[in-house]
């Protein structure tokens, strides 16, 4: 079945760090992929998403590329702050041939502390 | 546009008692979702509906577990016999029900704990 592995955390990084989490993952068909984020004390929220590859979603300096040929949907940011602390999660659903209709699957979450 | 919300918040029950949790989606959202999370886990899919019709149930639904949306708007789950397995945050999200790839919106979540 479909499947989402991220990279363990937490991570801990420095204002203004480079961030990277990295995401990859099994499907059929053609899925859509997804980053939610979970602030301290707040629901999941979608961050970005891209529903076909080589598209990139961005959002709130974040980015990602949907990458087909590595089966990744890796995140980025340039610059990271302090409010960016909280928890990601990679999730994809399913494509024209796994109907179920768009069910996710989620990764296991990443979770980003960012220290002053 | 209110968002998803879900009601109660946290649930205190003890083992072998019943529960029901309450999902309210956005309205004129034809999908709704409900899932499950663990400590340190990401979500996991449980079920879901389109308008009224639950067309997929997960195998992590017992049957102990039971979904219903009978107007197509609010939801409910029940568990029956709680066991203190069940402990987990359970989270109902709604999105338009209009094709592939659609952003899913996320309720706070009900947070049951099975003494």
């Known amino acids: 079945g479909d499947s989402v592995t991220q990279m363990e955390g937490p991570v801990t990084l420095s204002e203004e760090a480079f961030l990277t989490i990295n995401c990859t993952y099994t499907a059929t068909g053609y899925p859509s992929l997804f980053w939610y984020v979970q602030y301290p004390g707040e629901g999941l929220q979608l961050l970005l998403k891209?529903?076909?590859?080589?598209d990139k979603g961005s959002n709130k300096g974040f980015e990602a590329t949907y990458r087909k040929e590595t089966t990744s949907f890796h995140l980025e940011k340039g610059s990271v702050q302090v409010s960016d602390s909280a928890v990601y999660f990679c999730?994809?659903?399913?494509?024209?041939?796994?109907?179920?209709?768009?069910?996710?699957?989620f990764g296991t979450g990443t979770q980003l502390k960012v220290e002053l | 546009d209110t968002g998803v919300s879900q009601d109660p918040r946290h649930k205190i029950t003890k083992r072998g008692q019943n529960v029901t949790f309450r999902c309210d989606p956005i309205?004129?959202?034809?999908?709704l979702y409900w899932y499950r999370q663990t400590l340190g886990q990401g979500p996991e899919f449980l079920t879901y509906f389109q308008n009224e019709a639950q067309l997929e149930k997960s195998r992590l639904l017992s049957d102990r577990f039971s979904a219903e949306r009978p107007k197509g708007s609010f939801s409910t789950l029940e568990i029956q016999r709680t066991e203190q397995g069940d402990s987990a945050m359970y989270l109902c999200?709604?999105?338009?029900?209009?094709?592939?790839?659609?952003?899913?919106?996320f309720g706070p979540g009900t947070r049951l704990l099975v003494l």
């Open positions: 999730a994809l659903s399913g494509g024209v041939f796994t109907g179920g209709g768009n069910k996710l699957t």
């Open positions: 309205s004129e959202h034809n999908r």
């Open positions: 891209a529903t076909k590859a080589d």
């Open positions: 999200a709604s999105s338009p029900g209009q094709g592939t790839g659609e952003t899913q919106y």
